[in-house]
């Protein structure tokens, strides 16, 4: 993508979706104290991971401003994160919690809260741009898409078609790019309470993306002032 694509990678003051903009206008009236705006990225911006959500939740992201914090999908998201080094810590209730990511960035295919965690294919399609704008400044290494609405919006964003990289839990997609697109279902609480998504699953989709990033001992220590991507 060309330097000339490059924008903003959220705005949090957007209102592209009417929709979206007259839900947050009910929730910051019922909920004074939330965040209830357009959730940005959290994370290390040259990461070479990049984690793409669907949207913020309601009690999570959306009420403390931080993607995957105080909700239930954080909980398993954070505690992998951390057993492949990733994250400093295991919490994820609140920003001031003093959590750090290494080498690794979450964002959202849709930054804010919509209606039963639903957005709308249009709402998608327009808060693309954003994402766009992440592969554009970023270039990340490898993306992983929590979901087939996140999945899809990757390829949106990077100018893919979607039938061309069917969406399958645990699947690897090497783009033309030379990024590397992997799959996992979202860790959600309906995904994990039905057993749709098990702890073991999640930890082998993470373990393997570590295991890509890790540099090949054969080749000695990496140049601190060249990081390869």
Same mark, same amino acid.
């Given at each position: 993508?060309?330097? #000339?694509?490059?924008?903003?990678?959220?705005?949090?003051?957007?209102?592209? %979706?009417?929709?979206?903009?007259?839900?947050? #206008?009910?929730?910051?009236?019922?909920?004074?104290?939330?965040?209830?705006?357009?959730?940005?990225? @959290?994370g290390d911006p040259h990461a070479r991971l990049l984690i793409v959500g669907l949207a913020p939740g309601m009690h999570g992201a959306n009420r403390t401003g931080r993607p @995957?914090?105080?909700?239930?999908?954080?909980?398993?998201?954070?505690? /992998?994160?951390?057993?492949?080094? @990733?994250?400093?810590? /295991?919490g994820s209730d609140d920003p001031a919690d003093g959590l750090r990511l290494s080498d690794c960035r979450i964002t959202?295919?849709? =930054?804010?809260?919509?209606?039963?965690?639903?957005?709308?294919? =249009? #709402?998608?399609?327009? %808060?693309?741009? @954003?994402?766009?704008?992440e592969f554009a400044t970023a270039a990340p290494r490898i993306v992983l898409a929590l979901g087939r609405i996140a999945h899809d919006a990757v390829l949106l964003g990077l100018g893919l078609r979607a039938r061309d990289y069917p969406f399958k839990h645990h699947a690897v997609h090497d783009l033309p790019s030379g990024m590397r697109l992997c799959d996992s279902y979202h860790c959600s609480r309906y995904n994990t309470q039905t057993r749709r998504l098990t702890d073991a699953m999640f930890d082998a989709v993470v373990r393997d993306i570590a295991a890509a990033l890790r540099p090949d001992p054969r080749c000695g220590p990496p140049d601190p002032a060249t990081r390869v991507r």
């Open positions: 993508m060309s330097s #000339e694509a490059r924008g903003p990678v959220y705005d949090p003051c957007c209102r592209d %979706c009417p929709r979206l903009a007259r839900h947050l #206008e009910a929730v910051r009236a019922a909920h004074s104290g939330y965040h209830a705006r357009p959730v940005g990225p @959290f @995957f914090t105080g909700d239930y999908a954080g909980i398993l998201l954070y505690r /992998t994160l951390h057993a492949h080094g @990733f994250a400093s810590h /295991t959202n295919a849709v =930054k804010c809260l919509p209606p039963q965690n639903r957005p709308l294919p =249009k #709402e998608v399609r327009r %808060c693309n741009r @954003f994402l766009a704008s």
